[in-house]
């Protein structure tokens, strides 16, 4: 009987050859980049909600003036602008009459003059 098999190679020699070492290399930089436009648009959504928070405290300013003056506003679309913050924001007020003859719905959306936050309120108030 002849050993006809091929030599078998020494098992003490385990590695990765350079196709794998390049297929992994692959694999890690396409993660990495992936984690750093996710930590990116993380930054970007931080800042949309620090000016989403602070839209949402003009318009709550804005509601209680509306609240608490005397006199109603009057029914129809206005824009005005405020600084607040340290930042200069455009408020859009919407006021109609309801069902109720003696109630106002006001509608307020407050939006930063440079930026991409808004914050969206409604209030009711009476028109006399």
């Known amino acids: 009987m002849g050993n006809d098999a ?3 190679s020494r098992s003490g020699e385990a590695g990765f050859t350079l196709l794998e070492m390049l297929v992994a290399l692959s694999i890690i930089s396409i993660a990495a ?4 436009r996710l930590d990116a648009f993380a930054v970007r959504t931080a800042g949309d909600l620090d000016e ?5 405290i ?14 109603p506003p009057t029914i129809g679309n206005s824009t005005s602008g405020v ?10 007020q919407r006021v109609a009459k309801t069902a109720d003859d003696s109630l106002l719905r006001i509608d307020l959306t407050v939006r930063p003059e440079a930026g991409r936050g808004q914050a969206v309120l409604t209030i ?3 028109s006399r």
Do not use: Y
């Not at 980049?33 to 750093?36: D, P």
């Not at 003009?58 to 006199?71: G, H, I, P």
């Open 52 to 56: 989403s928070t602070l839209a949402g």
């Open 33 to 36: 980049l992936t984690l750093v």
């Open 83 to 92: 600084a607040n913050a340290g930042r200069n924001w455009r408020i859009e």
């Open 6 to 8: 091929a030599p078998l």
């Open 58 to 71: 003009v318009a709550q300013n804005r509601a209680v003036e509306l609240w608490s003056d005397t006199a």
């Open 124 to 126: 009711i108030r009476p």
